[in-house]
């Protein structure tokens, strides 16, 4: 009869749209198609802010990246199969790096999956995802949307942060339900990522062992920098005296020129410390497995939220489980003032080292050889954003990375953004768009030629939406450096690439400014303008083609064999 016909209805594509404003989510990263362009659309209309890409990877790696700054899941939009696939690379690393982030991606019929009948873009997705994830689900009822959102978005933050998967069938975005029933199944999370506090003994174990070191050291790492617990993490550091070793997205967390930073002083740190103090930072390949280049006897004391971490690599003889900022907190309350105290010999000993590696840099620094050299271009590039310490910098390639992280110091938190645990390319438009759109504040993206290319089409969306990202490309040529030769016939050779690329005039094509520079002072004068103009920007540097090594710092990880042309 009329009276029991509900007089609103409500549907599955503004089911998901009410459970992510209800969740606070204020931005989605994706690339349209079916199942989900209207989806796009109406979280556009609700006051989502939608930005629209031109593959999902980077669409997944601004997701990413947002999770990071924000300490709040980024969100990834994909069509079906193949935009699904495209956006696993993002999510994977996601979880690599234990950044939060949820991949929402619409999927196909499950009754013609299932029964493999061939339906457009077919996959069983859910299944796909799970090897690369934190957590996969999918929402087979339209009821289920909003527990759906709610537990893909706590499993992403809470805990160990990471990429979680959420499949909804085409027919469930489809589905319609009353609007009275509908808005019952959505609920806002309360306390998504709880407080993780370590045990009493725990905490006077972890006193008692840095209290009695000769030479201790802090290791900070981009778990440190994703706590927002910046006070807390200069306290602990300032008040013990302990020099410490930022990795590369843990720069800024204190100045790179405070005065108990090792990072000058790295190897003799590890070779050295008897205590290392790991907070937020992973014993893994990018700190040797805790054996290449350390102290055979160092021990090592280690805060981390996920208890699985301890004793990955090395045996931790004072673990600290929790979350960094309930660990600093109980460590400085049950610390007795004055009884964790370096030792002033080992302050200066790294202090001496420092201040000579510091000499030497400077003076690879002054140099001024033609063609250019990355250290030439990165120096510059340096001197103009020291002016403007709100610029984020992103930075992907191998030289391109690696010489920049050592060159350009940073001041202020979770401004670096790099290639991180995965040491992935294509990270760059993707880091650098997130970054522009979360914060407003311009971003410098340092890219190698190569690692350029993984996202560089990305460069008509940072045109599109008028982004402040400047893009400088460190120009050698090719895939490490740029004059390997091909012996056997006319074609390049594996790594080569075109130096003679102008790159300046792709993004002169979408309406954004290009420059070419050929000397460091071309490159201040291209990088101030930019930075004074705000708006899209590309300078292509170029860089001798016999500049750079072969994986540039990491060499080493080439296996040997018998090789046919090095
Ligand atoms: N809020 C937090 N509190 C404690 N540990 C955290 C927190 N957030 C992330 N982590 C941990 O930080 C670590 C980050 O390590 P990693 O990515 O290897 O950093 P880096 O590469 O900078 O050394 C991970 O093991 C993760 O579990
Ligand atoms: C997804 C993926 N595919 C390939 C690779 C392997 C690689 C590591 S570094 C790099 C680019 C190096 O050249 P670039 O020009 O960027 O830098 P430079 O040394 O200054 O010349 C590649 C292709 C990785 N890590 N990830
Ligand atoms: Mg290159």
Redesign the pocket.
């Known amino acids: 009869a009329a009276a029991d016909v509900p007089t609103e209805l409500t549907d599955g594509y503004h089911l998901v749209v009410d459970a992510l404003k209800l969740n606070d989510i204020d931005t989605i990263y994706g690339v349209v198609g079916i199942p989900i362009t209207d989806l796009a659309r109406l979280a556009q209309a609700q006051g989502i802010r939608y930005i629209g890409f031109r593959h999902e990877s980077n669409a997944g790696h601004a997701a990413a990246i947002a999770g990071y700054l924000n ?1 709040k899941p980024g969100v990834a939009l994909t069509v079906s199969a193949p935009g699904f696939l495209n956006g696993l690379v993002a999510l994977a690393n996601a979880t ?3 950044f939060p982030m949820v991949q929402i991606s619409g999927s196909s019929e499950r009754h013609l999956v299932d029964l493999k009948q061939g339906d457009y873009e077919e996959m069983d997705q859910l299944a796909a995802a799970q090897p690369f994830v934190k957590a996969a689900y999918r929402v087979s009822r339209v009821e289920d949307i909003g527990r759906g959102i709610a537990r893909a978005l706590r499993t992403a933050i809470s ?3 990471g990429g979680v998967y959420l499949d909804i069938p085409a027919a469930v975005l489809g589905a319609i339900m009353p609007k009275a029933e509908g808005d019952r199944t959505l609920s806002r999370l309360v306390d998504p ?1 709880p407080r ?1 506090l370590p045990a009493p003994e725990a905490v006077d174990r972890a006193i008692e062992l840095l209290a009695s070191a000769e030479r201790p050291l802090v ?11 910046d006070d807390k993490v200069r306290q602990f550091v300032e008040s013990t005296g302990i020099p410490y070793v ?5 720069k800024g967390l204190l100045p790179d020129d405070h005065p108990q930073s090792a990072a000058t002083a790295r190897s003799l740190a590890l070779k050295k410390a008897d205590v290392v103090m ?7 390949w ?2 040797g497995h805790g054996q290449t280049g350390w102290n055979p006897d160092a021990k090592f004391v280690q ?4 208890p699985k ?1 301890m004793d990955s690599n090395q045996p931790i003889s004072a673990p600290l489980v ?6 600093l907190d109980a460590l400085a309350e049950r610390t007795k003032p004055g009884q964790i105290q370096a030792p002033s010999a080992w302050r200066e000993e790294l202090g001496a080292r420092s201040a000579q590696n510091v000499a030497k840099m400077a003076e690879r620094l002054a140099a001024d050889p033609h063609p250019m050299q990355f250290m030439g271009a990165l120096k510059a590039v340096r001197d103009v954003v020291h002016q403007h310490p709100e610029t984020y910098i992103v930075n992907e390639g191998a030289n391109a990375l690696d010489i920049a992280r050592n060159v350009i110091d940073m001041h202020v938190p979770r401004h670096r953004l790099d290639s ?2 995965w040491g992935v390319m294509g990270i760059g438009m993707g880091y650098a768009i997130a970054a522009a759109v979360e914060s407003g504040a311009p971003v410098v993206a340092i890219e190698g030629d190569s690692a350029f290319g993984f996202s560089g089409i990305e460069i008509e969306t940072i045109c599109r939406y008028k982004l402040p990202v400047v893009t400088v490309i460190m120009n050698n040529g090719g895939v490490y450096r740029g004059d390997d030769t091909n012996p056997y016939d006319d074609e390049p050779s594996p790594t080569t690439l075109m130096s003679a690329a102008r790159h300046d005039l792709l993004i002169e094509s979408f309406g954004g400014k290009g420059y070419r520079a050929t000397t460091p002072a071309e490159v201040t004068a291209a990088l101030t303008e930019a930075l004074a103009l705000g708006g899209p920007a590309l300078i292509d540097c170029v860089i001798d083609p016999s500049a750079g090594t072969e994986s540039g710092h990491i060499s080493h990880l080439n296996p040997k064999g018998i090789t046919v042309g090095n």
Request: proline fraction near 4%.
């Open positions: 300490k690599t790096n234990c805990g160990r942060p990522a993780q290791v900070l790492g981009k778990g440190a920098a994703y706590a927002q617990a930022p990795m590369s997205m843990a790991l907070i937020g930072a992973r014993l893994n990018l700190l805060i981390d939220i996920d971490e929790g979350d960094i900022e309930s660990v991180g645990t």
